[in-house]
């Protein structure tokens, strides 16, 4: 993302950035069954690596990190970037697309508060409260704590008005400011492209599925392909629906579906944006840094689950199977 957006003070962008920071996918133990909350100011590496779900981080620098993710891949012309052929029209896409896809984990002003707490500082907005992604707007699929299975839908449901993304969360409703959704759009240079990264967001859990007990038979592959291909097409449709917008589902939309799926997985760590060779260029000067520290051990799930050795063998599938349903 542009610096210069943060410095604007009256930019969209820059409020949606303040907001969002507010929001951690926090880290919690176990005790007889309860969950007991590691207040993200009190926790330490150790604590986070042991207890911590799906990404380091806060909302905000998981963002940051998918985003500069992908920006990595585009300039080391990655395989998972190269199979886009229309890339002067979907760099700008995918990148907007990774830095907004979890935006349905913030801007909902639900707190949780850590047991045996005394006052607000034990007080957090949490993207994992019990009380998260309830919004009847949404149709919920097989319910988890962690939101993980819906939490796709309620951001594609933020993106497309059906849900208010806050800004500010004083306790009278009415009072709170809104997040502008067009404006944010006009700002990252996308609002013409805007179906194409609701889909985008809408899909970004979804490739993910593929890896799950992975199999090296080719016909379990190819039915796992077909899976993916076919809520791809679904999510066009349904994606188009509530925007109403005809959504082509074409080989370069799947294809940037297919690179931010894998930037927000390899983002749930910050350690591959550390460009050891070059350590002040992997991203233009004008971009904000990661300001985290750096995850790194088994938990890091780019690696435990395998997806660096597998990514472009699934991409490379499921881009063929699209194209030889495409020819018939």
């Not at 604590?47 to 992908?70: A, C, I, M, N, P």
């Not at 009415?174 to 889909?199: C, M, S, T, Y």
């Not at 760590?269 to 990661?290: A, G, I, T, W």
Request: aromatic residues 10%; proline residues 4%.
């Amino acid at each position: 993302m542009d610096a210069k957006l943060y410095a604007q003070p009256d930019s969209e962008t820059r409020k949606f950035v303040a907001a969002l920071k507010q929001y951690r996918h926090t880290p919690f133990r176990l005790e007889n069954g309860q969950r007991e909350y590691i207040h993200p100011s009190k926790y330490n590496a150790v604590e986070f690596q042991k207890y911590r779900k799906s990404h380091g981080g806060d909302v905000l620098e998981h963002s940051q990190w998918t985003e500069l993710q992908v920006r990595m891949w585009i300039r080391d012309n990655n395989g998972l970037y190269t199979a886009i052929k229309n890339k002067a029209e979907y760099e700008h896409i995918v990148i907007a697309a990774a830095f907004l896809h979890d935006i349905g984990k913030g801007g909902d002003c639900i707190k949780s508060c850590m047991e045996k707490a005394k006052d607000q500082e034990d007080c957090f907005y949490d993207t994992l409260s019990n009380e998260k992604y309830q919004n009847q707007s949404v149709q919920r699929m097989e319910a988890t704590h962690e939101g993980d299975r819906v939490h796709p839908q309620y951001s594609t449901a933020v993106m497309t008005g059906k849900i208010p993304f806050y800004l500010t969360c004083e306790h009278n409703i009415e009072q709170r400011k809104k997040l502008n959704i067009d404006k944010i759009l006009h700002e990252l240079g996308v609002w013409q492209w805007r179906p194409a990264v609701f889909v985008i967001i809408d899909m970004h859990w979804e490739f993910g599925v593929i890896n799950v007990s992975p199999s090296k038979d080719k016909y379990v592959l190819r039915q796992k392909y077909w899976d993916y291909i076919k809520k791809f097409v679904d999510s066009c449709e349904r994606v188009g629906s509530i925007i109403n917008i005809t959504i082509k589902p074409t080989a370069d939309l799947l294809a940037a579906c297919i690179l931010v799926a894998c930037a927000d997985i390899s983002a749930g760590v910050n350690e591959r944006l550390r460009d050891k060779s070059h350590p002040e260029s992997f991203v233009p000067n004008k971009y904000p840094r990661p300001m985290a520290e750096v995850y790194t051990d088994t938990l890091n799930p780019w690696v435990s689950f395998g997806m660096g050795e597998r990514a472009l063998e699934y991409q490379q599938g499921v881009l063929s199977l699209f194209a030889e349903i495409c020819q018939q």
